[in-house]
């Protein structure tokens, strides 16, 4: 009895006590209810923030149990990977963190062009994707090869070579269409997401950790 | 007749399941030639970016232009293209340039961009241009700050001078000094449009093509001058400078003629493709 | 000077491509070494962030702030067995504030303002150049068609039912459409450019110009 | 009037709304008058999909992006992962999931009861089935696809927030041949889904099935009153249109109060 006392209802209480003043404040003109909104939100980012030492020590672990493997490469890899998160973590804090240029430069040259190399990658996998999926095998299929076309090539050079319009032509389906499209599906996410989150309040929800 | 039936379907099977890093080596193939060997392709230059080149065209002699925006290495990418051609344009006019940036990635982003379109060898460190130091708190915080009291805010530029040893900041000290507001970044508008408009400093900005469309109400409401629209935009502006050495957008847009052809072929050839293997499943 | 980071992030480059070829301990390098300078990244900025909102605690005497403090830390709980349980008590903050000003925002932005800008485009049909009417009629038919297809209970039997399954169609269609417009924009925005970008990197720093 | 802060009543009427309907419709799914759902592909190819790893031997993945557990639709991920967990503990599917700092701890929680309700308690761990890469965008997605390759995933569920990611983490699955399901609000997201997964949940759909993933006919009766704010939205919006084409802005004026 006491566990579920602790470990159910009572979250469930502090979730309402921080659901509803919040909530509420967005409505009402209550001045106690604004300084509760900001103290509560500040609270929720510092956890928030907290939670990296929760993800330090998951990552810990998973590298952990991978230098056990003593398969060919793997750990190596675990060791090379606690090693140099805790060295960038201690240079880091020594430099001064983010207003160090010597710590920015590294960020930058290691992560920043980690990302890019990353990012370029979307290239060439949207000529595989492309590849496979855009095949009329039905009508559904064909609706979306021919508006994924149009743009397509709306914005290639010689899109307008060919025909002058159409550049303005497929700015005018992303105008029209696809504005029309991405607004159906906002208005109605809206409509499932507060349906889902009034679920959970009412503790209707199977699923996630305030069940009922 | 019956054994060419059963060849061209191993050939459109065959086709169809190719494995796919030759796809991959094909484009990587096509994004490098134009790029070795560039064509130039023609395309039209847009209004938007027309309008700002004119506007730096006429920005009278002395003015401080204040370049400062957010966002990650990997995304001012995109939108360094029409900054560097930026760059090109105002190298030989007499305007000072301040660094001030709102995220690391761009304080050690814009620094590069200078020296590469050799904006540095022209224009004199400390007189002409200048690095501010990183601020940290974020853009809700030190934009305001920025734009009231310069030197109160940013003590010492990117190399530790305090910004009464620098030149450039004997004049310049807040939002009055300053004529032009541009932005290399990923999605920086919103901020400046609440914290930089408000004082009446026009802003010209280098946005994301996905954003282009997004920030269209910031200019209709005057917060904004103009924007260019991603590295097509990028590619526009390098057109009109006469080319930067980085030339990002044109190369970009060389090798997207080529890629986009690609795409064609292989979205042909896969539904020439579906469509015989279909026939041949019927027979 | 020559920056050794220069050479450093080339190869990152380089490794990370190669998983074009094939999943290697090439990629590997650069896919730890990304996570890892990540991590590291998160912690530093983090703990300085801590630091500063901290501040106020004994500076200022707001001591209400020790709350999150041992909330925050509360978390490591989950990586006890008997313990587990006490985790929720951070959770559940984190639920409740973030859920509330989710649904605050969502319903002001999404629901009132897209609804009101479905109206403000049906304004647009009548006292405008025919091309803007079409275009706006374009648009509010298919937002219209589009929703219909969000609808899930209803039987596609009766009239009703087999007007809603035509709706339903359609409605899948403009989807589609919207969709496939999307996708034909998008790559050419963020891919292609920084692709060409880290390409013209490498070719750059082979040169010597950073 | 006063209590209510400017232009925020229509807000408000509106939350009041979509309460009480949520409300009703469960009370009426519990009393059994809830009306049965159009089938929805991708609910049933999650079962399937964990299915198809059992008699692969293969592994099923799972992850909701990198938002913490105040985003709904991660909040909805959790939902599937809850199912998704059970099911893997019942086939003794190895499970793989990646989440972002803020939504880890409900991660290990959902996954380590789904496992002690199954009677497997010895089979989870901390790091073992919840893995994770860094709350940085694409760090996080070259881990995922990293391990893709090494772990070979028989199906892949991402529910939650994507961005540009998804065209990488959805190739990276398509390569080492997984099923993948996929489902987000983000619009940015939802093109990049279209033209990488197998199974699609637009928008709301997603909150749909993480409503009825449980297959429990009350869960899913309730799923009616989101029809009833679509309806009411849709009579509001033909209403304004109407009003607008008649030369009345009543309907702004009354959304705006």
């Not at chain 1, 201690?90 to 920043?112: H, P, W």
């Not at chain 2, 109400?217 to 526009?236: C, F, K, L, S």
């Not at chain 3, 304004?123 to 648009?139: D, K």
Request: charged share 15%.
């Amino acid at each position: 009895m006491s566990k579920v006392l602790y470990s159910v209802i009572l979250p469930y209480a502090v979730f309402i006590v921080c659901f509803v003043p919040i909530l509420s404040n967005y409505y009402f003109d209550v001045p106690m209810l604004r300084s509760i909104d900001a103290e509560l939100r500040n609270w929720s980012t510092l956890i928030g923030l907290t939670a990296m030492f929760l993800g330090l020590a998951n990552i810990t672990i998973y590298y952990y149990r991978e230098t056990k493997r003593r398969k060919h490469m793997e750990w190596q890899f675990g060791v090379y990977s606690i090693i140099l998160t805790y060295a960038w973590i201690i240079y880091g804090l020594s430099q001064g963190g983010l207003t160090s240029s010597a710590y920015n430069q590294i960020y930058v040259f290691v992560k920043g062009h980690s990302e890019a190399a990353q990012i370029g990658l979307l290239t060439f996998f949207f000529v595989t994707a492309a590849f496979r999926t855009f095949r009329a095998k039905n009508i559904q299929a064909l609706v979306l090869l021919t508006f994924a076309f149009i743009t397509f090539i709306g914005v290639a050079p010689w899109g307008e070579q060919v025909w002058s319009g159409w550049p303005a032509f497929s700015e005018w389906i992303l105008v029209g269409i696809t504005m029309a499209g991405s607004r159906a599906i906002l208005i109605a996410a809206s409509v499932g997401l507060v349906a889902m989150v009034v679920r959970i309040v009412l503790r209707y929800e199977k699923g996630g950790l305030i069940r009922g | 007749m019956k054994k060419e039936e059963g060849a061209s379907v191993t050939i459109w099977s065959k086709a169809l399941s190719v494995r796919p890093e030759w796809f991959w080596l094909i484009a990587l193939i096509l994004i490098i030639v134009p790029m070795a060997v560039p064509p130039r392709v023609p395309f039209k230059v847009n209004d938007s970016t027309l309008r700002i080149y004119e506007y730096v065209k006429k920005i009278p002699d002395g003015s401080v232009i204040v370049s400062g925006g957010l966002g990650q290495w990997a995304f001012i990418y995109e939108t360094s293209a029409a900054f560097m051609a930026f760059l090109t344009q105002i190298k030989n006019k007499n305007v000072k340039l301040i660094i001030f940036p709102l995220s690391t990635d761009s304080l050690m982003f814009e620094p590069w961009a200078v020296s590469v379109t050799g904006f540095d060898k022209v224009k004199e460190y400390g007189k002409d241009w200048v690095v501010l130091n990183y601020v940290p708190g974020g853009a809700d915080i030190i934009l305001p700050a920025f734009m009231t009291n310069i030197k109160g805010l940013c003590r010492t530029d990117l190399y530790g001078t305090p910004l009464e040893q620098i030149p450039i900041f004997k004049n310049v000290n807040s939002y009055k000094d300053i004529t032009l507001w541009v932005d290399c970044g990923a999605n920086s508008i919103p901020s400046l449009a609440r914290y930089v408009a408000p004082y009446k400093v026009p802003i010209i900005g280098f946005v994301h093509s996905a954003y282009y469309g997004m920030f269209q109400p910031y200019i209709a409401a005057g917060q904004v001058y103009e924007m260019t629209n991603g590295i097509r935009g990028g590619g526009e502006y390098e057109k009109l400078v006469g080319y930067t050495s980085w030339n990002l957008g044109t190369i970009t847009m060389d090798s997207y003629q080529l890629y986009s052809i690609y795409i064609l072929a292989l979205v042909i050839i896969a539904n020439v493709g579906t469509q015989m293997l279909k026939r041949e499943e019927k027979t | 000077m020559v920056n050794i980071w220069i050479p450093i992030g080339v190869a990152i480059a380089i490794a990370t491509w190669s998983f074009l070829i094939k999943e290697s301990p090439v990629f590997r390098w650069a896919e730890r070494t990304f996570i890892s300078a990540a991590i590291g990244h998160t912690v530093v900025v983090g703990v300085y962030t801590l630091r500063d909102r901290y501040y106020p605690i004994t500076a200022q005497g707001q001591y209400l702030l020790i709350i999150p403090a041992i909330l925050g830390y509360l978390y490591l709980f989950v990586l006890w067995r008997r313990g587990r349980w006490i985790a929720s008590y951070p959770i559940a903050i984190t639920m409740g504030v973030g859920l509330a000003t989710q649904v605050r925002g969502t319903i002001d932005a999404d629901f009132l303002g897209q609804t009101l800008g479905l109206i403000r485009e049906g304004g647009r049909i009548v006292g405008t150049p025919w091309q803007t009417a079409f275009t706006s009629a374009l648009t509010v038919v298919v937002t219209l068609f589009s929703l219909s297809y969000f609808i899930f209970t209803v039987k596609p039997t009766g009239a009703f039912g087999r007007v809603y399954g035509g709706m339903y169609k359609l409605g899948q269609y403009c989807l589609l459409a919207a969709l496939g417009a999307m996708a034909g924009n998008y790559i050419l925005g963020t891919g292609l450019a920084v692709t060409v970008a880290t390409i013209q990197r490498i070719i750059f720093s082979l040169q010597g110009l950073g | 009037m006063s209590v209510f802060l400017r232009g925020r009543i229509a807000d408000f009427l509106i939350f009041v709304v979509l309460f009480v309907s949520t409300w009703l419709a469960t009370r009426l799914a519990r009393m059994g008058k809830g009306r049965e759902i159009r089938p929805i592909p991708a609910l049933d190819a999650i079962y399937e999909g964990i299915g198809r790893a059992a008699e692969m031997g293969r592994p099923a993945f799972m992850t909701p992006g990198a938002g913490d557990v105040g985003r709904a639709p991660v909040v909805a991920g959790l939902a599937i992962l809850d199912v998704m967990a059970t099911q893997c503990a019942k086939l003794d599917v190895p499970l793989l999931t990646v989440f972002g700092q803020g939504a880890l701890g409900a991660a290990e929680m959902i996954v380590a009861e789904a496992y002690r309700r199954e009677g497997k308690p010895e089979l989870y761990s901390p790091g073992k089935q919840v893995l994770f890469f860094s709350g940085d965008q694409y760090a996080r997605t070259a881990g995922e696809a990293g391990l893709f390759q090494r772990e070979k995933p028989a199906l892949n569920v991402f529910v939650g927030d994507f961005y540009s990611e998804m065209l990488y983490i959805g190739e990276a699955g398509a390569r080492v041949g997984a099923m993948q399901i996929g489902g987000t609000i983000q619009q940015l997201g939802i093109p990049l889904m279209a033209i990488t997964m197998d199974y699609l949940m637009i928008g709301e759909e997603m909150f749909a099935v993480a409503a009825s993933i449980t297959r429990d006919p009350v869960q899913t009766g309730s799923i009616m009153a989101q029809d009833v704010g679509k309806m009411i939205l849709l009579s509001i919006s033909i209403i304004g249109v109407i009003a607008m084409l008649l030369g009345s802005k009543i309907m702004i004026d009354l959304l705006s109060t």
